[in-house]
Every structure is written in C-alpha cells, then in structure tokens.
C-alpha cells in the first residue's frame, strides 16, 4: 500500500505571505468564527478534469489537481466516485508524489481503466507519460507502454478490441496499437509508418478505420538547423499542408483522402455511422494559417466516406465556424458562425439535411450565442450552454423551429454535457459561495431542479471555514441612459452606512464577462479584498458579452467612450448608495481590464492607485506588435495605415499628461497577445512625468502569468499598492517577507502534522 500523498503544503499555504494578509485590519472583524480568504486560499484551489462515465453509468473517474507551492507545481491523481452515492463514495486510486496521473479511460467492458502516467519517467523527462492499466476495485497499476520517448493521445476502439496510442518524437510520431485480449501479456506493436509524423488522429465509430492527420512533408534540413543551434525564427514560416488520411484496420493499409493545395485540413468530426467526416480547411496562405486568428478564415468541408465525396459547406471570408456537428441518427448536421456569417455578430446555428438542401438558422431571436452542444436521439432537439449577462445557462433550440428554451435560471455558472455513449448527464457548477464542482442528474427534465442533483466531487472544503463577502447582481443607469450591470462584492461583516474603499476590477475580452461565479483565481480575488475590507465593483460595461449583440458590438469605432463611462456611472452609483467612499478608490484589470486601467489612468484622477495587467497605450504599435489583428480593425475602423487619427485618439498614450494616479505596471516578457513594449511606453512615460510607478516583468511567453510563484507576487504586491496609495500604509512591497513564507513552509513540512497521512481514504 502507498502512503496517500501529504496534503502538499496545504497549512503551510496559510502562512504564506501573511504580511499580505495583514491579518487582516480591524475592518474585516469577523462575528462569525470564519476566517477571512487569503492569497494562500487562492493558490491551493483544487480541481477537477478528466471526467469520465463507466459503460454502466455507475461510475466516473476524474483526476484532482492539488497544488504543491513548495515545488511551485500542481499534482494529480485519480479518484472514482458513484453516481448513485455521490461524493461521499469518492475512492482515490492512485497515489504518486510529485508526479501526475491524467486522462484516465474507462475499457468498452469496464472492466478496468487507463491513464497517462509520469510516474516513472526520470527528472531528465519528466512530461514522458507511459500507459498503465488499473482496475476500479483497486490494487497496483500496471504499466502497459515502455515507448522511447513517452505515450502520446490514446483511445479505445469503440468495438472494444484495441487500445491504440500516439508515441514518437514530435518530428517522427506515429500510431502503436494493442489487442484489448492481450493488454497485460503483448507489447505495442507500430502501426503507422507513415512518411511524415501523425500530428492527430481518432477511431472510426464503426472501429473499421482509424484516422488520422500528417503533413505533406518535412523539412529535414530546417529541423537539424535547429538542433544545431542556428535558432534564428522566421516570422509567419511556411508550414507544409496537411491532410487527412485513413488507415485500414483488417487490411492494414493506409489510403489518402484529400489531396491538393487548396486548404489544409483540420478540426475532423465524424458522424456516428461513420458514413460522414466534417473537417475544416484552413487556406493555403501562410500568414494566414500561421496567425492566432487562423481559424477566422477557414471553411467546413463535408466528405462521404463510400464515395470520397468532398463537398464545400460554407465559403466566407474571416468568419469562424465551429467544427461540423452531426446529430445521432446522422439525418442532419450544424455548426455555429456568426449571425448572417457577419463578423463579430453573436452565434446562431445552422442546420440542413446531411444529403443535401438549404442551411437553416436557428436562434434568430435569441440575443446570445448559440453553439452546437448535444443533441437529442431523435434529432429535433439541440442542446447547447451560453452565457446569459452575469450567468451560464443549460439550453435547448428547436431545429424544426429555431426556437430557443432557457432550461436554467441559476444564479451562477452552469455547463451540461452528456456522455455520448451511456447518455448520462454531468452538470459543472459554481456561484460566488460555491467553488467548482461536478454533478450529475437523472435526465434533462430535472436539470433546472438542483434538489435532483447528485453532487459527484467536493475538491475544496475547505472554503466552508473562510468567511465570504456577501455577492450580488446590481444595475445602474449610465450617461446614455443604458441600463449597466456588474457584481458588487462587499466587505465581510458589511454594515450598511458605513462606506467602505472600493477595487473597481475590470474584466479582460472585452468580449467577456464577470460572472456570478467563485472568483479565485490571480487575476481576480474579490473575496481577498473584500476580507481586507474593501467593496468590490466587477462591471459589465460595453462591449462585454452575454448582454446582446448591440451591448458588446457598440464600441465598435468608438472603443473607450462608453465603456468608460459605464464603469465610472457604476462609480458613482455606490458613492450615491453610501457604500462606497469616493477618497478611497483603486482600479485594476489584466488584457482588456489593463487597456480600460490606463484610460481611467488618463482619464481621471478619481482613483488613488491603478494596477495595469498587460494594458495597450498605444495602438498603432500594437496592432503589429500583437498576435491578433482582425478584431482591432473591427474596434478601430480599419487598418491603422488608413486610419492612423482614429489609433491615436483612441491611445492611452495620446493623454497621457493628464495621468496623475500611482500606476502599477504587470506584463509577462513575452508576452503575445499585449507585448512588453505597450508596458514599457506606459512606464517611461510616467517616470519622465514624475508620476508615482513599479514596472513588474513576469518571465514567460504567454499571455498571463504562468507559474504558480510569480502569480502570488503580482497579487501581493498589487494589494499592497492599494493599502499604501488608498489607505496609506506604510511600505509596500518587501522581497525578505515573501522569502520568508519558503521558511515558514519548509518548516511546517519538517512537522508532517497532516492528520493520518499515511493512509488511504476509506
């Protein structure tokens, strides 16, 4: 028996950064026994993934990832709960320190599982997953693969004889399969060799054929100029085009399938007959298959297996489409695009006869996004998630009418799947007091009833013991008379008429939305604030979505105006309701909240501190210097060459003498999305201004902060710039404090105080 892994530093957590925490001021005296949520709270969140339903519908296996601050990582293992019994059946089958087990997969029989494990691999490797089989009654995991260079994707073929998996090198990977009746006694045997490296690939539903994509070619000499070091990197470098490719599993041949330089093929789906295959094809050009936006330029294509049979389904210019969906009886098919194929309009649906006939919208009057989720078995029905202003909702389109049902009305965020195979409906849930977790119910009709529901995991219990701020939804009129929304987050242990400072926290998009959900995350921590204090204001200003297509599309060609003016009318709506004390105010937000940051910045001196995550200031630098571009035409009106006055109006940069707030300045180094150098004009500028300024660099190469570690630093320490600026204490920012946490955790591991850590659970 293994030792159950140690709780990973979960007490120790709670010492980390208790200078930040501050313990926390008098203003968030508790009357309850509660304590208030700390940084710590927010780093040792746990969740859930992987979810899987056994062929039964009894079962499910998940994988739990539990934070280890000490080594700055997350860890997973795998656990098994009942449907029936719900989570306080959960059994934890694996048992692994500081290594991960993941994607657990049930066999067509269930009479055991799989799942990806780097459990053996040496610290050289240590993203090597190996295969490895376990039986849900328990005992030892046995290890199935030995590939060289670790296992890749893996799948059981649907009529349960084979367990096929991806293994090679990126350049060389191939397919290797194993008989289901000799899993324990054969090794792998490759059953690709095909010229060019397998890039994805899946089972026929009727297990005849596999298949799967390959590029066309590859450069050799492009590779070995690499590994030698001439790393040089070629801006939008030509890819080779890649197509797709079936592979006979009783012949065990391979057949090409589509062919040409007209597209590259990507995003298959397959019908559940397997007479059908929707893919997408991506245009030849290589800026624009080498783009984040790629996808925008794409078009669904639908084959006929028996004929090869390639049909164009839809033919327009910078419009995204989901992939091609297919309903169960494979009568009909429907993807998702948007409105009038217009850009930027909200999602409708589109359906048609799979033989052939007109498209059919779906959703005409529906002012939200519609996406193909499940379908009912008969085919009449389409079930889909969408966000509904500071919600999600479950629901259901007609696609003989087009009419929509709203089948929720939860006051948080709800998402429905249902398994294809068993039928069984999982729900994922959260609300501001309820963090994320999986559900299940017996059957659609009582989706909207949470008393039906089966709770199937609890990964945070712990935030029973932390004291909340009290959430809801409030509106506002702003300066056109628009009806604004946003979640206000008050102190714990709020008083009415007392005013309270206020953290204005602005979401990114802006085509996205604050939600009613457990906000816990390092770009957004309310309930932290709110512990310390502070009232929290989460607006939905314009151009946010979930509240109709005129809401999110009316910034357009006029970006800042009435954005700005919806999050300072919700300003002076809590000043007005006597929440807020309007001497004590701070405004921060990361992407698109960093953007609205610095024009608050130079827009206003309302505000004592700002705190600017990956904020533009200039955008006729950044339209080239981003990885995206087709949406600031949208917002700017154009291409910046034909519009260079409109760029510049709309630029933090352009006002900025008129900036007098202590800013705060966050970017990750490389930064793609909103590169270094918007945060580096920004800093410059308000150091030669002689405005108060830190400029914090994050190392990475992605859009938010990466790493566990300097997560908690840009939360510390922009809290603490709001304590100086707003409340004015003293100090701001000490590195010995931070330092001293990794004291206080390796000390609190020397303890080994976790109750019964050498046991399994029960």
């Not at 797709?244 to 090409?256: G, H, Q």
Request: charged share 25%.
């Amino acid at each position: 028996m293994k030792p159950k892994r140690r709780l990973l530093g979960v007490r120790a957590l709670m010492l980390i950064v208790a200078f930040s925490v501050l313990t926390v001021s008098s203003a968030s005296a508790q009357t309850t026994s509660k304590r208030p949520m700390t940084f710590s709270d927010i780093m040792s969140m746990r969740s859930s993934a992987g979810a899987a339903v056994s062929p039964d519908g009894k079962w499910m296996l998940y994988t739990l990832s539990v934070p280890d601050w000490k080594a700055a990582k997350s860890f997973t293992d795998v656990y098994l709960v009942s449907l029936d019994r719900g989570a306080a059946s959960t059994r934890q089958m694996t048992f692994t320190k500081d290594k991960n087990e993941t994607l657990p997969r049930w066999s067509r029989d269930g009479k055991f599982f799989v799942f990806a494990s780097n459990r053996e691999a040496p610290a050289s490797a240590s993203a090597q997953n190996q295969l490895y089989l376990m039986r849900p009654d328990g005992g030892e995991a046995r290890k199935i693969t030995d590939a060289k260079d670790g296992a890749g994707a893996f799948a059981f073929s649907p009529d349960a004889k084979w367990l096929a998996f991806s293994a090679g090198k990126d350049d060389e990977q191939q397919i290797w399969i194993i008989a289901i009746d000799k899993i324990e006694t054969d090794a792998p045997a490759q059953l690709t060799k095909h010229a060019t490296p397998v890039s994805s690939w899946q089972f026929a539903p009727d297990s005849k054929r596999i298949y799967f994509l390959s590029p066309d070619s590859f450069d050799k000499a492009n590779k070995e100029r690499k590994d030698k070091k001439f790393d040089v990197r070629i801006r939008n470098e030509e890819p080779p085009l890649t197509h797709l490719w079936a592979f006979d599993l009783d012949a065990r041949k391979e057949s090409r399938l589509t062919s040409g330089e007209g597209y590259s093929v990507n995003g298959v789906t397959i019908s559940r007959n397997s007479k059908w295959i929707g893919f997408e094809g991506q245009p030849k050009d290589r800026y624009l298959r080498t783009i984040t936006e790629a996808s925008d330029y794409a078009d669904l294509y639908l084959m006929e297996v028996a004929t090869g049979k390639i049909e164009r389904l839809t033919n327009n210019k910078d419009i995204n489409e989901s992939a091609l969906s297919f309903s169960p009886d494979g009568s009909m098919i429907a993807f998702s695009a948007s409105d009038d194929f217009t850009y930027f309009r909200e999602r409708k649906l589109y359906v048609r006869p799979i033989a052939g006939g007109n498209w059919k919208k779906l959703g005409a009057d529906f002012d939200y996004d519609l996406t193909p989720g499940f379908w009912s078995r008969d085919a009449r029905t389409i079930y889909f998630n969408t966000g509904i202003r500071a919600t999600t909702q479950v629901c259901s389109v007609s696609t003989e009418t087009g009419k929509v049902t709203q089948l929720t009305r939860e006051s948080g965020v709800i998402l429905a799947t249902q398994d294809d195979d068993t039928g069984v409906i999982t729900v994922n849930y959260a609300d501001p007091v309820t963090p994320a977790g999986i559900y299940t119910v017996a059957s659609l009709d009582q989706v909207a009833n949470r008393s039906s529901w089966t709770r199937l995991t609890d990964e945070n219990p712990q935030i029973k013991q932390i004291a909340l701020g009290e959430t809801e939804l409030i509106q506002w009129k702003s300066t056109d008379g628009r009806m604004i929304e946003g979640i206000l987050v008050k102190p714990v242990g709020y008083e009415k008429g007392k005013r309270y400072p206020l953290i204005v926290q602005i979401h990114g998009g802006p085509a996205g939305a604050d939600l009613l959900n457990f906000n816990a995350r390092h770009v957004n921590y309310s309930n932290v604030y709110a512990g310390a204090g502070y009232a929290c204001l989460l607006p939905n200003y314009r151009g946010s979505s979930n509240y109709g297509e005129k809401h999110r599309m009316e910034i357009g060609g006029d970006y800042f105006r009435l954005g700005y003016d919806d999050i300072m009318t919700g300003v002076d709506y809590l000043i007005a309701q006597g929440i807020v004390d309007g001497d004590k105010m701070g405004a921060m937000g990361w992407s698109a909240g960093g953007h609205w940051s610095n024009w608050i910045l130079t827009h206003t001196t309302r505000f004592k501190a700002i705190s600017s995550g990956a904020g533009a200031v200039n955008w006729t630098s950044m339209y080239a210097q981003s990885d995206i571009q087709r949406n600031r035409e949208f917002y700017y009106g154009g291409l910046p060459y034909d519009h260079f006055e409109e760029y510049w109006n709309v630029s933090p940069l352009k006002y900025i003498k008129n900036a007098k707030t202590p800013t705060l300045i966050h970017v990750v180094d490389g930064d793609p999305r909103v590169p270094r150098p918007q945060s580096e004009e920004l800093h410059m500028a308000l150091k030669k201004l002689g405005v108060p300024t830190e400029f914090l660099v994050y190392p990475g190469a992605t859009h938010g902060i990466p790493d566990p570690r300097n997560q908690m630093v840009k939360m510390v320490a922009e809290f603490n710039w709001f304590e100086k600026w707003i409340r004015g204490k003293q100090g701001w920012f000490e590195w010995k404090d931070l330092l001293q946490t990794l004291k206080d955790e390796k000390a609190e591991e020397k303890k080994k105080e976790t109750p019964d850590s050498s046991k399994e659970p029960d």
